[in-house]
Structure formats: C-alpha cells, structure tokens
C-alpha cells in the first residue's frame, strides 16, 4: 500500500471512555459520564416532542446545501446563508479547512495544549505545525504573531480553550486580529461560545464582517445538547465560504439533524437555562478547589481544568472504579490536572465527594 508518510505511527482520536465501556470493566450499574463536555441537561424538550412526532422518509437523500437549517441558523446569527457551511460535527470542518489549504510547504500554528485535531489534520496533509506555548492556560497571541511568516497558511484560536477553558478577552483578540496577515487564514474555534459569561468577551460573528481572513466555528454539540447529530458550522465571508464548500462532502448532514436545528435554535430560554445551571456547578467544583488548595483554570466553558497533584492516570482510573468517568491531563497535554465536564448539581457533589476520598488516599489533602 502506498500510504502517505506522515500516517505512519499516526495513533487516531481517543475519545473519553463510554459508559458501557466502564460498566462492563469495572462491574458496575450506574455510570456518571463527565468526560466529554457532553451537557448534563440534555437537549431542548421541545427537539424530544419533535421527534416523538415527526415522520421522515429515510430512503430519501439530505437537502445538499441545508436550505431550511441555512436560514434558520442565518436569521440566529444575524447573516446570510452564503455566509455559512455546515459540517458533520465542528470536526469535518477542521478537516475540510486543513484539506483545502494544509500541504506540504506550509505551516499552521496554533496553542499547546489546545484541541488536539487541529495538529492530527495538519500532520495528515504534511503541513508544518508550530505549536506556542499557552501562558497561564491562555493563548499567548504575540508569540503565536511570531510564529508566523510566509509560508503560514492557517492560525487556529480555540476560544474558549480545549483543555483549559480560558476565553481570550476582546481587545486581546481583536489587537491579534489587526496584525495576522490577510493571507493567512484565522479559525476562531468557539465550540463553547454559549456558555461564555465572560463580561470581556461578546458575539463575535460581526467579526465575519471586520476581517476578510477569518472563520469562526461553533456547534451543536455541547449547550444544545445534540452531540448525537453531528452538527457544527462556520462562519466567514462569502469569498471564503464559496472556497471551502466544493472541499465538504455531499449530503453530511442528516434530514432529521437539519429538521432537529431548527427547532433547537427555537428555545434559546432553554439555553439560557443551561448557561445558569452550568454558572452554578462551574461555582460548585470551584469553591472545592479553592477549598483543598487545588489550582484551576478560570473556564468559560462547561468543563473545567482542575489540578490533582498526582499521577492523572492514577486518579482517572480510580475515579471510573467509583462509578465517575472523567479525563486525564497526560491525555490532554496537562499532567497533573484532570478535566471534568460541569454536571448538574448532584453529579458535581457525588463527584467531588469521591475525588476526596481519593485525593486523601493519594496523601493530597488531610
């Protein structure tokens, strides 16, 4: 087989462990997953009635271009439907971005530690990757402004970051915005965008308007609770959307994903409520933190970076024997932490009361 050199070795994503997955290994019944920033809540109700009702052909192919789900999610954010593309998930669009414009000759440069399949698809199309050092969990925009020269095709900003949930300000990114050169391709990756309660940071997507360089990505995966649809967009120019769209598979959203869209975006006081609940879990593990002396990331996000001051394998492994699945910082680039997803009141306190008895076994905390 003539493979492309840069696969070989190449390990493919890992995703956080699946209930069934630990049940089956440890034994047990009953499972809290708090892992992959998955909402606790659950989708709208209003997407459940829905389903229970509708009626779909399945022998019929998708909307190729999301018409009805195109302006749905136009009218919400206030574009054109030329100004959009929709991708199976946020992660078809980072490959379809690094499809289009990665290749050997060129480089990217983005944070360490961020979201992991930005550097997986840049290595996959031989592309040069500079990675910058985070500067306390955030993005040190002037070092990632030095990175970058001639050959720099494209600038990944996770913002709010994936591990460490920090939100880079308004003037820090628009300053950083003012000096990329407007050949080089900005990827303002906003996955955790409706759960920002940063009063520094607001709706960028008039940036869409500012720069001609710039695509800004969200999803539906984590506040609206509809993971299991794989549904993720971008925003840019229409000059960059006409680019990127003949790269992006034909029919890669489903008829009942698109149909789903449209209904979720109808109940934005469901995600409203959900942005408070998490406001209140994100104070809950917190207070714990602060409490045993345990460093964490100021998150804007439904996830927080908390530091364990142990082997994160260890407490990671322990944690699923009591029942807990979370993440371990040596899979995330941040050993020492782990990574929880902020769940609802009561997994948080089942949680943490388990973290403790652990932690003090670990000789932690007294």
Partial sequence: MKWKDQINGMQAYQPGKS?????????????????????????????HEFIAKESINFALYPDGYATDMRAAVAKHLGVSGDELIFGNGSDELISIISRALLHPGVNTVMGNPTFSQYALNARIEGAEIREVPLNDGNHNLDAMLKAIDENTAVVWVCSPNNPTGVVIEDVRLKAFLDQVPKNVLVVLDEAYFEYVTNDNHKDTISYIHDYSNIIILRTFSKAYGLAAFRVGYGAANKDIIAKMDPVRGP?????????????????????????????????QIETYCDEHGLHYYPTDTNFILIEVKADSDVIFKKLMQRGFIIRSGNALGTPGYIRITIGTQTQNEGLLTQLTAILEEEGVIA
């Fill in 251 to 283: 029919f890669n959203n489903t008829v009942l994903s698109q149909a789903v869209i449209q209904v979720a975006l109808q109940d934005q006081e469901y995600i409203e409520k959900c942005r408070v609940e998490n406001t209140k879990g994100k104070k």
């Fill in 19 to 47: 209930i069934d997955e630990v049940k089956k290994e440890f034994g047990l019944d009953e499972i809290v997953k708090l892992a992959s920033n998955e909402n606790p809540f659950g989708c709208s109700p209003k997407v």
